[in-house]
């Protein structure tokens, strides 16, 4: 490669990272309050760290699969502890035996049975229920079995045709994004980028109302709920 060759690569990496840089800066600002808070939970911290940097660095598809892990691990934990008394290491030769019922329990649950039991034990209200079985179906089901048509709910786009050498267009053909799957994966990649933010602070919110219930759920935890940036 020529020296000038190389020099315009390295000012176009340049200006790649550059953009790159601010873009991430301005995600972080918005979930900054998150990477601040640790919960030393184990269950949970890691996958809220990697959906942390997923988002900052603008991978939205990873940061819904993540927070669809987060909330689903996160609400059979929370009713495996409560079920289980279990509050901190005290003797490992009895451990596996304290966590064998709940395990037996609630691990092989589905999201949406894992949802109706904690809205059964008083972790979440009716209308919580509501909520995330409204995420089940659109983030959870849509993204993990890779089904449009869960995602986007017959969203209808305007299209058009043309020709760059004779500017003719076509007139506008209206289609369900779902039916043509090239439009559908510029409809899913749109969702993940206006919805994966959003998404990820509900399911932080909902840890931090409900917290105690994995601890001690006559222990009030006074953590800040967040509230979205625009």
Do not use: W
């Not at 269950?43 to 900052?56: L, Q």
Request: hydrophobic share 40%.
């Amino acid at each position: 490669m020529e020296n000038k060759e190389l020099d315009n690569t390295v000012k176009e990496m340049l200006l790649f990272a550059g953009v790159v840089t601010l873009a991430a800066n301005e995600r972080y600002l918005k979930i900054k309050e998150i990477f601040s808070v640790r919960y030393a939970l184990p269950e949970i911290d890691f996958i809220r760290d990697e959906i942390g940097k997923c988002f900052v660095n603008g991978s939205d598809h990873a940061c819904i699969l993540l927070t669809n892990m987060l909330l689903e691990r996160y609400c059979k934990e929370v009713l495996i502890y409560k079920m289980s008394g279990f509050t901190f290491i005290k003797d490992l030769t009895t451990i596996e035996k304290d966590f064998a019922p709940a395990l037996k329990k609630y691990k092989n649950l589905s999201l949406e049975q894992t949802l109706q039991e904690c809205k059964k034990e008083g972790v979440i209200n009716e209308d919580e229920l509501k909520l995330f079985l409204i995420y089940k179906e659109r983030f959870r089901d849509g993204f993990f079995h890779s089904d449009s048509s869960r995602v986007l709910k017959g969203h209808i786009g305007s299209f058009v045709t043309g020709t760059l050498s004779t500017g003719e267009v076509t007139s506008p053909q209206n289609l369900v994004l779902q039916n043509v799957p090239p439009f559908a994966g510029i409809g899913v990649k749109m969702f993940a980028e206006a919805n994966s933010y959003g998404y990820f602070i509900s399911v932080e919110n909902l840890i931090r109302k409900t917290l105690r219930h994995y601890i001690n759920e006559k222990y009030e935890i006074n953590l800040e709920i967040i509230k979205p940036q625009p």
